[in-house]
């Protein structure tokens, strides 16, 4: 069965400290794997998408990575602020399968001031 | 403004009430789909669509059903509602799933409860 599994479920850290939220997933046939942000109450925010040919994407202090061969990606954060506290999904699209889209549980994260 | 819009925002119903929950995006996605979010079991896949007049199932399609006649339009409806449908409901789109796929945009959501 394909699953998408995100550890931990929750983290809390103070302002200003890098880091790194994990994903994996149980088929390493992806076609994309996404990561998103959630706040409460709201949609989700699709913040970087990853191919199955590449290895990683930036966008400003957000860095995700993509190890097909382990069944893993990571998203890093850097420099956290306040303003990063939401619950951060990533999901997995297969290539089989179409638009099939398998999420993870996602991690809530916490940064205080 | 790019966007996907949810009709309503929140509704309450009772078993058996057949309903629909509308879903329209504005940026020529040929991709749409439906999910619900319960706590403790994340976001689950209902169905979706690649383009119009193509539907597929998702991981949870029972009691649901979906069509695609307009590309703007993907409205969600429950002939028959229950308790346990009960549920957050978002619906999301994204320019095309080939091609490496891209970013899905998602609508605000629809609480959904039915007594």
């Known amino acids: 069965k394909q699953e998408v599994t995100q550890i931990p479920a929750a983290l809390s850290v103070p302002e200003g400290e890098n880091l790194v939220l994990n994903c994996s997933f149980t088929?390493?046939?992806?076609?994309?794997l996404q990561w998103f942000r959630q706040d409460p109450g709201k949609g989700l925010t699709s913040l970087l998408l990853?191919?199955?040919?590449?290895r990683e994407q930036t966008s400003g202090r957000l860095n995700a990575s993509l190890d097909k061969s382990s069944g893993r990606s990571t998203l890093y954060i850097a420099a956290s602020q306040p303003g990063d506290s939401a619950t951060y999904l990533c999901?997995?699209?297969?290539?089989?399968?179409?638009?099939?889209?398998?999420f993870g549980q996602g991690t809530e994260l916490s940064v205080k001031p | 403004e790019a966007q996907v819009t949810q009709n309503p925002r929140y509704l309450i119903t009772v078993t058996g009430k057949k309903l629909t929950v509308t879903c329209s995006q504005n940026?020529?996605?040929?991709?749409m789909s439906w999910y619900r979010q319960d706590p403790g079991l994340g976001l689950r896949q209902i169905y979706y669509?690649?383009?119009?007049?193509?539907?597929d199932k998702g991981d949870v399609p029972e009691g649901y059903k979906v069509s695609r006649k307009e590309k703007r339009n993907f409205p969600l409806i429950l002939e028959s509602p229950s308790p346990n449908q009960t549920s957050l409901y978002f619906c999301?789109?994204?320019?095309?799933?080939?091609?490496?796929?891209?970013?899905?945009?998602f609508g605000n959501g629809t609480r959904l409860t039915v007594t």
């Open positions: 999301a789109s994204s320019l095309s799933e080939g091609q490496g796929g891209s970013p899905l945009h």
């Open positions: 088929d390493s046939a992806i076609y994309n």
């Open positions: 990853i191919q199955s040919s590449q």
């Open positions: 999901a997995v699209s297969y290539s089989n399968q179409g638009g099939k889209l398998i």
């Open positions: 940026m020529n996605h040929e991709y």
């Open positions: 669509s690649m383009n119009v007049e193509v539907t």
